[in-house]
């Protein structure tokens, strides 16, 4: 637990809501607070953040607790009656100095009327192997299951020299890979860089120190010639993409007011896996979505083998206020759960296969924790063995990975010490789970 005089804060959700952390914390150093960074993507992640609120205030009765994010924003009224909560800020303002400063308890504008994205961006990413840096927010598009553009706002975008300038910072601080996010981010526009793909040249170009770039979710129908030849072709963007799929069916599709079809998605995955076979694909799929029969699950459960899925999020359909699938005819809750159950048994047999295949590979592993985890450039989860992880020396040089074109860390054998974290390893990878490689570090 952080010192009565430090912040605390507790993050919720997605990556953005990660990064935009990271610049409240910098705006709330040195004061009694505990901030609870919500989301608001589901009814179970505002459970969640209630919950979250409710164990801060046991274990810090005398702190000042303030809640923001997706959740205070659509509901701030209800945020407020928390007799746990002393102030609200919304999405709008909690990146601003001033919102922290207000004396109010309700600190929450119109969302819509926003035009403009992170002011302030973090500095440092304290703790953090990985770097996370908000490029974009809001979105413009109505798909009838979300709630997060009432949470969010309309679609804007950061100016390509402002994330320029922050990622070679935290290059220069050392942080080996940043992962750019967004709620939208393949909408990205800005007057200094027309379209994400120009975004991330800019950055591979002018932030050469920065050895790894990753790129959260993507709407694979966005996904135009210049970011297909980035992904596919330049070896410092990772070998990992999460599209945003939702459902195998056509219908459901349509229903949700997505713009893709099945066999876009599908075909969308096997070019990218054509050109460049290492990439490891994730998606969001949602089970029991309004008006879903057997054969529609189906077509979603058989999504996971035909765009060959191996990290998978998957979520019961959870109905919203306001949206316009709260309306339609629903699947009974049991039975979204059951479909969901069914879709991440797929997904994690599908997740162990893809592990299995990799024992006897070198993976280039950025070290997460005390030298013993990390995660490979595909983000497979890699844990060091024993042996691995104690075998090396203080001494450590720059090599390049024949596996991949990044500079990784050799630990010769000497006195005991483990990859640092933040480093990147050459691991041999000797085993495999259902859910993580094991290896040793070389």
């Known amino acids: 637990m952080p010192a009565a005089t430090e912040p605390e804060i507790v993050t919720l959700g997605c990556r953005l809501n990660i990064a935009e952390s990271e610049t409240i914390r910098a705006l709330v150093n040195g004061r009694d607070l505990i901030v609870v960074n919500s989301c608001a993507v589901t009814n179970e992640a505002v459970k969640a953040t209630r919950a979250a609120i409710r164990r ?185 993409l999460h599209l945003s799929f939702q459902s195998g069916s056509d219908l459901i599709l349509k229903r949700m007011r997505r713009r893709h079809s099945r066999r876009q998605a599908i075909d969308t995955v096997a070019r990218l896996k054509a050109a460049r076979a290492e990439i490891a694909i994730g998606a969001d799929l949602i ?62 047999e599908r997740k162990a296969a893809w592990l299995r295949d990799l024992v006897g590979t070198v993976q280039a592993v950025l070290i997460e924790r005390r030298g013993d985890a990390g995660h490979a450039a595909n983000f497979a989860e890699v844990r060091l063995s024993a042996a691995g992880a104690s075998t090396g020396s203080a001494r450590t040089r720059t090599i390049t990975s024949p596996v991949r074109p990044e500079p990784v860390e050799r630990y010769v054998p000497g006195a005991a010490r483990a990859p640092a974290p933040g480093t990147i390893a050459r691991v041999r990878i000797t085993a495999a789970t259902d859910s993580e490689l094991q290896g040793m570090s070389l």
């Open 287 to 348: 089970a029991g979505f309004p008006t879903e029969d057997a054969a529609m699950a189906a077509d979603t459960l058989a999504l996971i083998a035909a765009a060959d899925i191996v990290h998978a999020h998957i979520f019961p359909y959870s109905p919203r206020d306001h949206t316009p699938a709260a309306r339609m005819p629903q699947v009974e809750p049991a039975l979204r759960r059951a479909r969901a159950a069914t879709l991440r048994a797929a997904a994690a």
């Open 56 to 240: 801060a205030r046991r274990a810090r009765p005398a702190a000042e607790l303030v809640v923001t994010g997706c959740a205070a924003q659509i509901d701030p009224a209800g945020f407020a009656r928390m007799a746990e909560v002393d102030r609200v800020i919304g999405n709008g303002e909690k990146l601003s100095p001033a919102a922290w400063r207000a004396p109010d308890a309700v600190v929450v504008g119109d969302i819509m009327r926003v035009r403009e994205t992170a002011p302030h961006l973090a500095a440092s990413f304290a703790g953090h192997a990985r770097a996370f840096v908000e490029v974009q927010n809001g979105c413009d598009h109505r798909c009838t299951f979300c709630a997060i553009p009432f949470g969010r706002g309309p679609s804007q975008s950061v100016p390509a020299a402002i994330v320029v300038a922050r990622i070679a910072a935290l290059a220069a601080a050392g942080h080996r890979e940043v992962v750019l996010t967004g709620v939208d981010l393949t909408s990205y526009a800005a007057a200094d860089a027309a379209d994400l793909g120009a975004l991330v040249e800019r950055i591979l170009t002018d932030v050469p120190a920065l050895t790894r770039l990753r790129l959260s979710s993507l709407d694979s129908i966005e996904i135009d010639d210049r970011l297909f030849a980035l992904v596919t072709q330049e070896p410092r963007i990772m070998p990992h």
